[in-house]
């Protein structure tokens, strides 16, 4: 196990949403029952004081039905290579693609339909991955049962899953994390994938960017105690830079109030900007992710960024990156750190402010104030 993972004691818990005001969201957004909230939260006497850090990684799937891993051991060694840069009191991945024991796709004319084996969950776990955001194209590949069968097996591996359900208040739970220092709520919204894999009332899916859920994401996050809101974003189209639509998304979340916004689905890394003071992260690209990837294709490198924010009681938050090979021709499917030359190269692409320091790049963040 992670050390990380042996050093923390995880609760995992549904907590209903308790605050003045809920009336009001559901005088607004309607009379459905109030999304609850799922809740990680350290365990006393475990809190780290001083400092904590939150760490995001990109697009993430151990194996599939063209790149299966053979035993467990092979789920654990792929993501060896990469198991020192995992190191956030609260880690955060998008599990592109379904968990599960089914591989009988919803919709069979779909291009690509992904499905992991369900040894992949605990790998993932032993990992130090403490939630497994579900908010993408790919989450309902293997329909209800495929989603069922990914959030019972992070359950049981003592992970958190958040960003699709069984109806759009269950998709719309956001993810909330109790610190010492403050409470962090994860909210994932994406774009339209397609009527199959959308959310409704009573549909099951993911949660879909409109002026309304991205507001009614960050107003259940606040309302469950968050002090800052995160957008975790599935949105942009393969192995393509940054879009207007992103930055037109980007600035309706940054006016709804989020305090970062880290987006996944390119593949590919992409740049860092800033709206206002908000670090907007348009693409972390993959983490682990068991396809062979279309880099060369494209014309671009094949890698990835593992993203954390660090903050430090009485000090600015950082931002720190860390690079990540991704791309499985060159790797053999285990993805592995940028070499130094590899991060000279990619770093400053990603924001020429970063400082590169070893294995990792900070740059200070005028955001993440301190809760009054």
């Avoid at 609850?36 to 939260?41: L, Q, R, W």
């Avoid at 993430?60 to 299966?68: F, N, R, S």
């Avoid at 899916?205 to 957008?231: H, I, K």
């Avoid at 989020?258 to 992409?270: K, M, N």
Wanted: with cysteine; aromatic share 8%; proline share 7%.
């Amino acid at each position: 196990m992670h050390p990380k993972t042996r050093d923390r004691v995880l609760i995992v818990t549904a907590l209903a949403v308790a605050m003045a005001g809920t009336g009001a969201l559901a005088a607004n957004y309607g009379a459905k029952e109030t999304p609850k909230v799922a809740s990680i939260e350290l365990a006393a006497g475990l809190r780290a004081e001083e400092h904590m850090s939150i760490q995001f990684l990109g697009d993430t799937m151990l194996g599939d039905g063209v790149t299966p891993l053979p035993d467990p051991p092979g789920y654990d060694a792929a993501v060896a290579g990469v198991l020192p840069l995992i190191d956030g009191d609260l880690v955060i991945a998008n599990a592109e693609g379904p968990m599960t024991y089914t591989n009988e796709p919803m919709n069979r004319g779909k291009q690509f339909s992904y499905h992991a084996d369900p040894r992949a969950a605990w790998a993932l776990s032993k990992a130090g991955i403490d939630a497994i955001g579900l908010g993408n194209n790919h989450s309902m590949d293997m329909g209800v049962t495929g989603l069922e069968d990914t959030i019972n097996l992070a359950t049981n591996a003592a992970m958190t899953t958040f960003g699709a359900g069984h109806n759009l208040a269950e998709a719309e739970r956001p993810l909330i994390w109790h610190s010492d220092m403050g409470t962090v709520g994860v909210v994932a919204l994406g774009e339209n994938f397609g009527k199959a894999t959308r959310a409704d009332e009573v549909t099951p899916g993911t949660v879909v960017f409109s002026p309304e859920t991205v507001q009614r994401g960050y107003d259940l996050a606040r309302a469950a105690g968050a002090d800052w809101v995160v957008a975790y974003v599935h949105w942009g189209d393969n192995y393509t830079d940054t879009l207007q639509a992103q930055r037109y998304w980007a600035q309706v979340m940054v006016d709804a109030g989020y305090d970062l916004i880290v987006g996944t689905g390119p593949h590919i890394a992409d740049k860092i900007e800033f709206i206002k003071d908000v670090p907007v992260v348009y693409s972390l690209g993959n983490f682990v992710f068991g396809t062979p990837g279309r880099f060369a294709a494209y014309g671009k490198q094949g890698i990835g960024i593992a993203l954390s924010v660090e903050l430090t009681r009485g000090a600015p938050a950082q931002l720190a990156v860390r690079c990540l090979v991704t791309d499985n021709f060159l790797t053999g499917f285990f993805t592995q750190p940028c070499s130094p030359p590899q991060m000279v190269s990619a770093i400053p692409l990603v924001h020429p402010a970063l400082q590169i320091q070893g294995d990792v790049a900070r740059m200070p963040c005028r955001c993440f104030e301190p809760p009054e």
